[in-house]
C-alpha cells in the first residue's frame, strides 16, 4: 500500500511554500500519496490574481485582500526579504543553477496527482470566494483535514 | 482505541495559536486525544495577566515578563502585524463572522479534555513560574514530551 | 526496535534551533534514532566560520554568504531579537540557569549519534559548499530525506 504524505501550509512565505512544493514533487515521484492543505497565509499561493474580485467584500476584507500576496510569485521569503531584495537576490541565484519558478513546482504538483485543498473556515475570515483560487483546488474543513492527516505516515506543518 | 494528535506550540502568535486551537477542538470533537505542549514563545498563551509576578524575577527576567505578551488577547500576528493593525483588521473580519476569541476556544479545548503541558526547561530559561500560568497546565519536561508524542498518530510543530 | 524521530530544520533561528537540538539530545538519551535534516536557512547552524570561503562564488552567492549568519552561535532569534537585544537577554537568563551555548548542544548531538544531513538542492542554491559546512555532516537529497521521515514514529518540521 502506498504510504500517505499530508503537509498543512499555513505560511505565505515563498521559500517555505517551495520547501513543500519540493517534498509534494519528489514524493508523488516515489508513488506516496500527498495531502496539501492550505490555510490562513498559505491560501496566498493558491491565489489566481486574475480571478481576485473585491465586489461583495467588507472594508476590512477589501484592504486584506489588497494587502496579501495575489499568487505564488508575489509571496515573500519567510527571512532577509529586505523589501524584496532578499528574494530577487534568491531567485537570481536559482537562475544561475535554472531552477523553475514556484508556478511550475504548484503545475508540476497538480500534474503529479497531489491534492489541494483550501481550509474552509481560514477563506471565510479571511473573506476569499473559492473563484478567487486556483481551480484546482477543492475547500475542506478542519475534520477532514484531521481525519486525512491521522491516517498518513507523516504530517508536517509548514 | 482513540487515535492522538500531539502539538508543539513554540510560537507566540495569534493566527498560529489559533490554528492549533481550532485542530484541538476539532479533534477532541472527533474523539481523538490531545496534548498540547507550549515552549518558549508559546508560553505566552497560558500566561494569567492577573498572575503576573516580578517579584523574585533577575533584571532580564523582569525586561523579558514586561516585553512578552500577558495572554492569548496580547498575541501579535506572524504576519502584517504592522504594530497591531494587521491583527485589528483580522479581528474585525472575524467579527463579521462571528468568530469567538481566542481565549475561548482556551477553555473550549480546556473543557473538551484537550491536555496543556508547559515546557520546564522553557519555564526556567524565561522565568515563568507556575503560578504566572493558568491553572490547569501541567508542567513536563522533554523526556515526557518525546514519550507522548512519540505515541501519537500524528505530531505538528507550530 | 528502536523508536525513529525525524526533524526537518528549516528555519535559521537561534531559539527554533535550541528547541531542536535539545529534543535531539533528549531523544538519544532514551535511545530514540534522530536524523536532523537541514535545508534552506537551517543550513546557518552547520556553517563552520573558520571555513567560508568567497572565491568561486556568484555575485549574489557572495553577498548571500556575507548577509547569512556564519554558525550557531550568530543565529537570531525568531522574535523580539531587536537587533540582537532580546538574543543578549535570553542568553544572558540562560548563563543565570548555567544552560550551555549553542555549539555545545550541536557537539553533544553528535556525540550522542544524531545523525546531520544538509540538503542538497538548498546547497546548490544558496551556493554554499560541503567544505563550508561542520565535517560531521552529510549530503542528502530530497528523495532520501522522504524515505528516512515516512519511516520515522516522528516528524517535525522546524
Chains 1, 2, 3 share one sequence.
Request: hydrophobic share 45%; glycine share 6%.
Amino acid at each position: 500500500m502506498a504510504k500517505k504524505l499530508n503537509m498543512l501550509i499555513f505560511s505565505g512565505e515563498y521559500d517555505k511554500a517551495l520547501a513543500a512544493l519540493i517534498l509534494a514533487n519528489t514524493a508523488r515521484q516515489m508513488d506516496v500519496d500527498v495531502t496539501m492543505f492550505f490555510a490562513f497565509w498559505g491560501l496566498c499561493l493558491l491565489k489566481n490574481d486574475e480571478k481576485i474580485n473585491l465586489e461583495g467584500k467588507s472594508f476590512y476584507e477589501k484592504l486584506f485582500s489588497i494587502m496579501t500576496p495575489k499568487g505564488p510569485e508575489e509571496l515573500p521569503l519567510s527571512k532577509m526579504n529586505f523589501s524584496g531584495i532578499g528574494k530577487t537576490m534568491m531567485l537570481e541565484m536559482m537562475e544561475d543553477g535554472e531552477a523553475p519558478k514556484l508556478i511550475d513546482f504548484v503545475n508540476g504538483a497538480l500534474n503529479k496527482g497531489v491534492k489541494f485543498y483550501s481550509c474552509k473556515l481560514s477563506m471565510e475570515i479571511m473573506g476569499i470566494d473559492k473563484a478567487e483560487l486556483i481551480p484546482e483546488v477543492e475547500v475542506m474543513d478542519a475534520q477532514q483535514y484531521l481525519e486525512d492527516a491521522l491516517e498518513a505516515d507523516m504530517q508536517l506543518f509548514i
